[in-house]
């Protein structure tokens, strides 16, 4: 009876993959490869203890009250010392903007840019929930394949050329360039430079997602795309969650000083402020070098964590199999053949005692029926090994 008085744009809103597994694992004797949590043991919990404490002791006025809707002044401040570890220069705190998580910086990007009808570009695949905001947004896709070395950019030119020979106009490319969930590839320093320079030629903005810029554990990390940005195209957007604690539910946005008005605008609409505490609590994180010295600790226990599976995979997958083998961040992207459908094959998975996000999640137009992407980071090493080796024997009898 509810549903004749909800809005019309309901009906676009869709619920995450992933957090609707987390629910359905939840409690239960299963394996979980499926969310993109990060490993506990990571997370600073005595130096956030101590900040809280100092912070609510010595500021109760800034840490327990309302704030202005950018963030505080302070928090800002540490974010363009933040920014420079990523190589980011050239920004003061007015180009920085607080949210609560970097889903928060996604849904008041795509609803400030894109209107229905807009032609905005994603990597195929590309993160599900960006997807799932873009989706409420109804615009028109044009999908990048990925490849190892990330987005194909010779693809993407002839899509851009195509749309300009038909008066067509790309508005936004949603890149995530280091570490690409799901893929797990990363852009090299030339693709980047190129990237911003078809940005420019073409006349379109871009939507950096760099929730794992700070978590490479092997190779080089090149630049951001906002450091290598000179015309203010790029929108970058950030998140403590994989560096500090997803607890805090805490992100933020570098962007031009324009874009952050309209950010503050919105912001003000939708829920006045991001938490102060959170935005206390990482500033002194960031002051304090709490963070500098966790990303080292973190991107051992990913590297090792990601080496297990590789290698549970190779033991235990179909020989037809293809995989990404990532150089940061949290996942693996497997790409099986035609014959698989993962979307039916997980409720046997999680039977059998193991979950994984079914692949087509990840496509804009739900494809990739034959692919899955399996989480490193929280599962323990002899979790990974068991949940792959489990879903190797179910794969392989499915095949056969």
Known sequence: MFEKFLSHDVQYLRSSEIRDLLKLTEGKNVISLAGGLPDPSTFP???IKRIAEDVISSKPEISLQYTPTPGI???REQLVKLASLRG?????????????GSQEALYMTFNLLVDPGDYVAVEKPTYLTALNVLRARRPNYVGVPLTPEGPDLDSFESSLRRLKAEGKRLKLFYVIPTAQNPGGTTMNLNDRKRLIE???EY??????DDAYGFLVFEGDSPPPLKA?????????LGTFSKILSPGLRLGYVIASKEFINELELLKQNLDLHTPSLTQMIAAEAIKRGVIERQIP???????EKRDVMLQAIEESFPKDAKWSRPVGGM????????KFDTVRLLEEAMRRGVAYVPGSSFFYDYSGRNTMRLNFSFPSKDELRRGVEILGKLLKEVSA
């Open 45 to 47: 919990v005595e130096d």
């Open 73 to 75: 002044t302070e928090f």
């Open 88 to 100: 980011i220069s050239g920004i003061d705190p007015a180009n920085t903007f607080a949210t609560v």
């Open 198 to 200: 078809l940005a420019e």
């Open 203 to 208: 006349d379109f903005l871009i939507a950096e």
């Open 228 to 236: 290598l940005d000179r015309s203010e195209r790029v929108i970058y």
């Open 297 to 303: 600790i973190i991107r051992k226990t990913y590297k």
């Open 331 to 338: 996942f693996v992207f497997v790409w099986l053949s035609e």
